[in-house]
């Protein structure tokens, strides 16, 4: 199935993580001005400095991608989610396994931010996800939570660029799925297992492709990601 994404320019759909304190990301952001769209705002970085940073990086023109894994109570997502679309991030993340009921509560409107729910981390394999006592096979259970998703009528998910082409069967032309897990080739995998190319998570149906390490901890960012875009 193709995506209603692709007619977007391939390197407006690479997300950067930044994934460090808040010097490193506004050094980071302004190589990167004029070059990336979004940015995204992990625990790291937002729980050292709050929303503030998402402010700053909206004020550089950057969209944002904050990654905070809401899991909790309906009553606490739907705070979170209203919290974080005041913060002006573009597009969020929760626990699929927080269960149909707390996805749907992150929904309030069509100004609210893109929601995604994570299915199975990248770094899980399925020894990992096995030990957490989930007997299905990893690409079955990442399923079965981007099913929930849907019903739950969030934006789409996160999954590994493994399973893209699944979900996008599954989930429709204009979902969200957005895959870590994406390392250009020779690159070190650090702590990703469930990985692939940039350009094969985009043929595999992915809407959106989150890199951190390759760009980031490069001698040169700007000239990395350019790299990246030019093999989009």
């Not at 994404?5 to 990301?25: N, S, Y």
């Not at 259970?141 to 999954?159: C, H, P, T, Y």
Request: proline share 5%; hydrophobic share 45%; net charge negative.
């Amino acid at each position: 199935m193709v995506s209603s994404f692709e007619e977007v320019p391939a390197r407006d759909r690479v997300i950067v993580a930044l994934d460090c304190g808040i010097e490193e990301a506004f050094d980071l952001a302004d190589q990167l001005q004029g070059k990336a769209t979004w940015m995204k705002v992990g625990m790291t970085l937002f729980y050292a400095n709050g929303p503030a940073i998402v402010y700053a990086l909206k004020e550089r023109g950057f969209k944002v991608f904050l990654d905070l894994k809401f899991h909790d109570i309906p009553h606490q997502v739907e705070g979170a989610a209203y919290a974080a679309a005041g913060s002006g991030a573009d597009m969020l993340t929760m626990h699929t396994v927080g269960g149909v009921d707390m996805m749907a509560a992150s929904e309030y409107g069509h100004d609210a931010p893109a929601t995604l729910g994570i299915t199975v981390l990248t770094s899980m394999n399925d020894a990992a996800l096995a030990e957490t006592g989930v007997s299905r096979a990893m690409a079955d259970q990442v399923v079965v939570l981007a099913e929930q998703a849907k019903r739950a009528g969030i934006s789409g998910v996160v999954a590994s660029p493994k399973e893209a082409a699944r979900l996008r069967e599954i989930l429709g032309p204009d979902a969200y799925i957005v895959t870590p897990g994406v390392r250009p080739a020779g690159s070190d995998r650090g702590d990703q297992s469930r990985v692939a190319t940039p350009a094969q998570a985009f043929a595999n149906g992915a809407s959106h492709i989150v890199i951190g390490r390759p760009i980031t901890q490069a001698a040169d960012p700007a000239a990395a990601f350019e790299s990246i875009a030019a093999e989009l």
